[in-house]
């Protein structure tokens, strides 16, 4: 149990494009969703927290209209990376858990999504 | 502010020797720690999760992890390493702000494992 899937895997645009990434909850509903991004042989970063059916809380110095995030279902938050630049290029994790109330509360993640911005 | 320090950011052992990855954290208050790995081209997996109940807590795959608050540690322990553990790994402490719980992650413990 307690699976997240993302989608795609991978993906490489142009520079200039949007990127939607898919973050599903399979086997569980997820009240509250996060967003990490992964550099290179690096730790992984908050970026942003969902919760179903409102915005998202954003980590300072994540800029909140390049990384559009939509929780619109309880299985379900997207990842929309507006006017990707190089510099975006990166490895984004997502993970899902079920509820906010508590510090124990177990985060599923993801397998991770690699974006390469030409 | 919770913040945890890994202390190795590579560690190398021999196939069936003991393991050990260094964790140390910072918290205010009584915390929730974590250990997860990360595999090549897979999502990380919780090895194991202290929260405040016996302060050794034991893990899947052999893994376990000792709670020690004189010394703000959370070091993860395994008898005998196999090839397959093989990984990075992640210490992590959970801070509950903003009506969240949000995971600090340490910056990664590199385990390489040699026959």
């Known amino acids: 149990g307690a699976v997240v899937s993302q989608h795609p895997s991978r993906v490489i645009c142009k520079s200039g494009t949007s990127v939607k990434i898919e973050c599903r909850s399979l086997d569980f509903q997820a009240t509250t969703m996060f967003w990490y991004r992964q550099f290179p042989k690096q730790s992984l970063m908050l970026m942003a927290t969902?919760?179903?059916?409102?915005?998202?809380?954003?980590e300072q110095g994540v800029e909140k209209d390049k990384f559009l995030i939509n929780h619109a279902s309880l299985t379900l938050s997207t990842l929309t990376v507006t006017s990707a630049h190089p510099e975006d290029s990166s490895f984004y994790i997502c993970?899902?858990?079920?509820?906010?109330?508590?510090?124990?509360?177990?985060?599923?993640f993801g397998p991770g999504t690699r974006l390469t911005v030409l | 502010a919770q913040s945890v320090t890994q202390l190795d950011s590579h560690v190398s052992v021999s196939e069936g020797t003991p393991v050990l990855l260094r964790c140390n954290y910072s918290s205010s208050y009584s915390p929730s720690l974590f250990w997860y790995v990360q595999h090549p081209n897979k999502g990380l997996q919780l090895l194991l999760k202290y929260t405040s109940a016996a302060t050794l807590v034991k893990g899947i795959n052999g893994f376990e992890a000792e709670f020690k608050k004189s010394e703000t540690s959370f070091h993860l322990t395994k008898p005998s390493a196999h090839m397959s553990d093989a990984a990075e790994y992640f210490c992590?402490?959970?801070?509950?702000?903003?009506?969240?719980?949000?995971?600090?992650f340490g910056a990664g413990t590199r385990l390489a494992v040699h026959p």
């Open positions: 992590v402490v959970s801070s509950f702000s903003g009506g969240y719980n949000k995971l600090i």
């Open positions: 969902s919760n179903e059916g409102s915005k998202a809380t954003y």
């Open positions: 993970s899902a858990s079920t509820g906010r109330e508590t510090s124990t509360d177990t985060q599923y």
